[in-house]
Each structure stands twice: as structure tokens, then as C-alpha cells.
């Protein structure tokens, strides 16, 4: 694929700030397939230092509502400002995902690049907390790391060069994603499918200076990529 909305974002905003294997692009990909409106506002949960957020503000003409646990909304502020963004298209919020400070039925659409499988494995969380928020109809579109098939029972050594179990345990397959999401009234499950993309999302990350990014090397250079995939899952909400 060719990122052309990626392409015309600064590369060191993107070097600087990504937080895993590039989100813009993968951001891309998955809004080339499930495309959000013009206008439309959207949650981009735990957006980290913002670098999705600007894209679905400057490239998609989205109002944005930039949420993360880890990452402060002063210091996205500033970024925000820095690539000429105003308030009306673009708020950072700094909030926990199971206690967001929103209406309900308050967003065209959610957005969660590279996030949701840290508090989204919870059966009850999609439903308790998430898809109240969300308009009728609107959509729900999650990029999740995974496996191409399960692996827990017999973990690859290599995997575990960069990566603990507990961290391993947040990774699953597409079967399991939808065992998870299926536990939740309401909503209907478009699609979960593997993305393309994997090895160019990753090099773009591993080629950073970021400690995370240092530390997953050993694995990746070892072959643990060749389990990993990404999901895109496409959610409406009914």
C-alpha cells in the first residue's frame, strides 16, 4: 500500500512520537477500508503522544477528542498547537479508558490504533464502558496486535527475548477477538481480519531510538514476527 496521507505528515513528528509499529499507517489502512465522514467526531482512545489524533485531524478534516492514560493533555496541547491545530478540531483528554469523561451517544465513531488490547480483553468492557458513547450506527474501529493462530500454550522462545508472558497475554488471534466481542449485545461485528503491512509498520518503529522500540529488537531480529500479525476489527453499533 501506498501511505499517502502518512506520507504528507512530518517524518520526524512521526520518529519523535510513535509510541509502537507506525500508527499512522496503520491508521490508513484501516480508514481506506472504513471510511469516517468529514466533520465527524471521533474518540481516538489511547491516541499516546497524539500522532493519530493529528492525522484524523489534519487528513480527514475529523474533530478529535485525543484520549490517553499514559500520556498528558498539556503535553499533547502542545504538540497539537505545534502542528497548527485548533480546539475546534482537536481536544487532548487525559483519562483512564474505563472512566471517560463523556456523553453518552456523543461520537460519530471510535478510533484505537495500537491500544485497545490493553483494556478491551475484558468481556464486559465494550459494553459497560465504550459503545454507550457511541451514536447509533456509528462505528467502532480498533488496530490490535496479535497472533496469525494461538500461541499460548507453547510460547516461541524468541518471543520472549523482548517480551514477558504477561505482556504475550494481551496478543491473540482473530478467533478470539471475536469469542470476545461477540459476549457484548448491541453491536455488530463487520469485520476482523489480518492487516497488511506488518513488517513496514515494525521497521518503522525498530528504526527509532525509543527504549521500547531498543528493547523489542532482540525479538524481531530473532524471527518472532513471523507469529505476529495486526487485526483490524470494524464494529457498528446497532
Partial sequence: MHYTRTNRLDPVLIKENIMGPNPAK???QL?????LQAGDTVLDLGCGQGVTSIMLAKEYDLRVFATDLWIGASENWQRFCAQGLTNRQIVPIHADAHEMPYAQEYFDAVVSIDAYHYFGLDKAYLGKHLLPLVKMG????FVVPGFHHDIHSDIPKEMLLSWSQEELDTLHDAEHWREIISATDG?????I???EGFEECWQDW????NEYAVSDRAAMEAGAGKYMNFLAIALRKQ
Avoid at 31 to 35: A, C, D, T, V
Avoid at 187 to 191: F, H, K, Q
Fill in 193 to 195: 481480519e489480518e492487516m
Fill in 187 to 191: 453491536v455488530e461485528i463487520v469485520s
Fill in 138 to 141: 456509528g462505528w467502532l474501529l
Fill in 26 to 28: 496503520l491508521l490508513e
Fill in 206 to 209: 525498530l528504526e527509532t531510538d
Fill in 31 to 35: 480508514l481506506e477500508r472504513y471510511p
